[in-house]
């Protein structure tokens, strides 16, 4: 049966929902926060990251952050600013930031559902991997760049394939 079989029967389909109903699917620790906002840990290779999905109805967007804390060196933040311009080129589909006064690395992306459409369960589940896949194929680099006295060219090298997790 697919993701979307399940929801077939509901004529009011709110996306956090259905968020909600893939972390129980996916066995994911999560809290539905509001109706409007749930927030869960999803174990990476790497990590374990934390993801907030909040639907905003007035624009009509799902918006997802995916954050993973992050302490670099000081003296190293010049190079993680220029790692970050590297690999969001390397990206379509979301962003990195970095929040240097909570000390956490962010990937972002918003959906934008205009004019009433439903994002469909695989959409969002995709929505979720990409953003778990994203900060895994680059948690290394950030690394490197941070703590291992890399260059940002070097430490993309270890960022070229996509990583495969447990998203």
């Known amino acids: 049966m697919s993701l979307s079989e399940d929801f077939l ?10 968020v909600e109903t893939l972390a129980e699917h996916h066995e ?9 906002q749930i927030a869960m840990a999803v174990e990476g290779q790497w990590r374990t990251y934390s993801l907030t999905l909040a639907w905003s109805p007035q624009d009509e967007t799902l918006r997802l952050i995916c954050t993973f804390e992050m302490e670099p060196p000081a003296h190293r933040m010049a190079e993680l600013y220029e790692a970050l311009n590297r690999i969001n080129d390397q990206v379509w589909s979301g962003a990195f930031t970095y929040w240097a006064e909570q000390r956490m ?3 972002r992306y918003g959906l934008v559902l205009a004019g009433g459409q439903i994002a469909g369960p695989e959409q969002i589940d995709k929505m ?10 680059f948690y290394p680099a950030f690394q490197l760049v941070g703590w291992g006295e890399q260059t940002p060219e070097t430490a993309m090298k270890v960022a070229i394939a996509e990583a495969y997790g447990r998203a």
Do not use: Q, Y
Not at 128 to 137: D, K, N, Q, S
């Open 9 to 18: 029967l509901s004529d009011d389909l709110h996306p956090i929902d259905i």
């Open 128 to 137: 979720i991997g990409t953003a778990v896949m994203a900060a895994e194929r």
């Open 28 to 36: 994911w620790d999560f809290d539905r926060v509001a109706e409007d």
């Open 105 to 107: 690395m962010v990937w």
